[in-house]
């Protein structure tokens, strides 16, 4: 029983901390933002975003690009065969900070709900971060210890392009994004995107054209629904190309 209740308490302690962080968070936005003319913001999204906090400094959208031609190069067929990985293997990629803000674990969920109808399927995620021993605990705990490999922080020039393109379906799923700009790389590769919607998403991809947009709502079928977006894109290669 005390277990229990010491497993409570920690939720609890978590809620009240993340809950002190968003208002403080709110609150130093707002008293920075009170101080400038105008501001510059990455996306629509996020000006709606701070007319939530109470923010009406004018502001202009300028999203922060890319250059294409350091995304040119990259061997997804080399990196496959670096680690082993059969060229027929149904492989999603994501890149992130390993964060909880990132949402990397409904991902695994995701990933998890797809290995039924791909039993071979691979998940791939490169990057590093504090919650990166919660997520390699958390895919034991779903059963995909042969299904998610974790690559760590991939060199941008050379290894992380070769990680994009061994990539069937590139997959995202945070909800803090101001813009995402892993969502332009992975288009820049050649890579279709499964996400779910939120800041920055609607305005990076195009739906029916080089990806899939779920509703972030309701979230109780969230991963389902995500789930079954990625897996007709798995099954239909002339759709993912």
């Avoid at 971060?129 to 895919?139: E, I, K, M, V």
């Amino acid at each position: 029983m005390s277990g229990k209740q010491d497993l409570t308490r920690q939720e609890e302690f978590k809620r009240a901390t993340a809950g002190a962080l968003r208002w403080f968070a709110r609150s130093f936005s707002r008293r920075l933002c009170a101080e400038v003319d105008h501001l510059i913001v990455p996306s629509s999204q996020m000006v709606e975003v701070l007319g939530r906090y109470g923010i009406d400094t004018p502001s202009t959208v300028l999203p922060t690009g890319i250059d294409l031609g350091e995304f040119a190069g990259g061997d997804g067929a080399a990196f496959r065969h670096a680690h082993a990985i059969s060229p027929q293997r149904p492989t999603l990629v994501t890149v992130s900070r390993l964060a909880q803000e990132k949402n990397i674990a409904f991902l695994l969920e995701v990933a998890r709900a797809l290995a039924h109808e791909f039993p071979t399927l691979l998940f791939i995620i490169a990057g590093e971060g504090p919650d990166a021993a919660r997520l390699q605990s958390r895919s034991r705990e779903l059963g995909l210890e042969g299904s998610v490999r974790f690559f760590g922080n991939l060199d941008r020039r050379t290894r992380l392009l070769d990680c994009y393109r061994a990539g069937d379906v590139f997959v995202f799923a945070s909800p803090t994004e101001t813009q995402g700009l892993v969502l332009a790389e992975a288009l820049a590769t050649g890579l279709p995107v499964a996400a779910v919607d939120g800041p920055g998403v609607t305005e990076t991809l195009r739906p029916g054209v080089d990806a899939v947009i779920v509703p972030a709502d309701p979230a109780a079928t969230r991963a389902e629904r995500l789930a079954m977006e990625i897996g007709q894109l798995l099954g239909d290669r002339r759709r993912r190309d």
